[in-house]
């Protein structure tokens, strides 16, 4: 049968050899079709045919490259014509190429969107007719690095008034082991009082010298304008804030503020007591009257609860902060719930996965996630009025 192949040469031939054995060997013949489009075509580009000698030769023939190509019909092994002189590269499997990219691509978008691998798979082999794997998908995922790359590094043009910052934390393989990496994360509210994530950046720890060269990033892309920054009391973050915005206030999330002043409960069953002890202060109208509600509560607990007593005097400001801002924005700015909220969207997306093979997948597939989040805040109405603060 491989002879009989090899020696349909016209194309009366193959549809003779069609019209004898049906469709059973139709990857054969189609691998001889254009393997002969793509000689014609490099004929056509040296203005030449083989061993022709001709004043309108444009370069040499130079060989072949073996290569294998996926199509919806199966795995084409075919040999690409070579050139030397000229430049050269056949339009048959230019359109493949545009189709396979576009392809790729597809794959990359429908992991970033959350699909599992195994959904991935069953997608490409209805649609093409092969399975892609996991290692495959990876790979047309880097084709979007330079387009994310892109967003992660464009400059700051902006003021930003109020910045969240906050991180979240997935498993990555580095090193030979599985470790749990911070993804840090910022996001801005510019002058018309559009949302936009500022940066995002991802490193093995929240410790203070990854903090602080994320924030000296954000100040080399152009931050400016920035009146309150908003996150929770994490350590190395607060260190390098500290460093690197040491004029600009600081609103402690009052949601994790309450959370921690339980810890400093005598016994569990004072907990949640002490915890709305602490809303009751944060909840007030205005600064005033949270001071007063301040002294009510340590008289209340000074006896009963003093290491919270003691807490509360050396941390209560931290939480007021936003006292100093327009009562319209106290509610978008008293806690980080709005970057919490990001968070658990890209935990929905990278849940999937489990466990990324690399750092750079894991940013990867987190900025992605943002960049359309980025995106969609783009096209909605703004969040704040942002005039109250003029």
């Known amino acids: 049968m491989n002879s009989e192949i090899k020696n349909c040469t016209t194309k009366k031939d193959i549809l003779e050899m069609i019209s004898r054995n049906g469709v059973t060997n139709f990857i054969p013949l189609l691998e001889i079709l254009l393997n002969e489009a793509m000689k014609m075509e490099r004929n056509e580009a040296l203005k030449a045919e083989a061993y022709e000698r001709t004043e309108q030769r444009q370069g040499y023939a130079n ?11 199966g795995k084409l092994k075919v040999n690409i014509p070579q050139v030397r002189g000229t430049s050269f590269y056949p339009q048959a499997l230019e ?15 429908m992991y970033l969107n959350g699909v599992s691998t195994r959904k991935v798979e069953a997608i490409t082999k209805e649609l093409c007719g092969f399975d892609i794997s996991s290692t495959q998908v990876s790979r047309c995922s880097k084709l979007l690095d330079e ?17 969240y910052l906050d991180a979240t934390y997935e498993k990555v393989r580095n090193g030979g082991s599985v470790v749990s990496m911070a993804t840090l994360v910022a ?25 602080k060269s994320f924030l000296e990033s954000l100040q080399e892309r152009g931050l400016s304008g920035t009146q309150l920054i908003i996150s929770d009391d994490h350590a190395g973050l607060k260190a390098a804030r500290k460093e690197v915005f040491p004029g600009i206030k600081w609103q ?11 810890q400093y409960a005598p016994k569990k069953t004072m907990q949640e007591e002490l915890g709305e002890a602490l809303r009751k202060i944060l909840h007030s109208t205005d600064y005033e009257t949270a001071k007063e509600q301040v002294k009510k509560v340590i008289q209340q607990y000074s006896e009963k609860a003093p290491a919270f007593v003691n ?3 050396e941390n209560i400001e931290e939480g007021l902060t936003c006292f100093s801002f327009p009562e319209k924005h106290r509610k978008q700015i008293r806690t980080s719930n709005m970057i919490e909220r990001l968070n658990r969207e890209i935990k929905r ?3 999937v996965v ?8 894991c940013e990867r597939l987190v900025t992605a996630v943002l960049e359309s989040q980025h995106n969609d805040w783009a096209a909605r109405r703004k969040y704040m009025n942002m005039n109250l603060l003029k």
């Open 63 to 73: 060989g072949f490259k073996s290569r294998t190509i996926q199509t919806r019909v």
């Open 147 to 163: 387009k994310l790359e892109t967003f992660r590094s464009r400059p700051l043009s902006d003021k930003y008034a109020y910045v």
């Open 349 to 351: 997306r990278t849940q």
């Open 311 to 313: 807490w509360l005097e």
């Open 95 to 109: 359109k493949g190429t545009r189709t396979e990219i576009a392809l790729n691509l597809a794959v990359a978008e």
């Open 187 to 211: 996001l801005g509210i510019n002058e018309e009082g559009q949302r936009e994530i500022l940066g995002i950046s991802s490193k093995l720890s929240e410790a203070k010298v990854h903090w």
């Open 252 to 262: 402690r999330c009052q949601f994790h503020m309450a959370q921690n002043a339980q």
């Open 354 to 361: 489990t466990v990324f093979c690399s750092v750079a997948s």
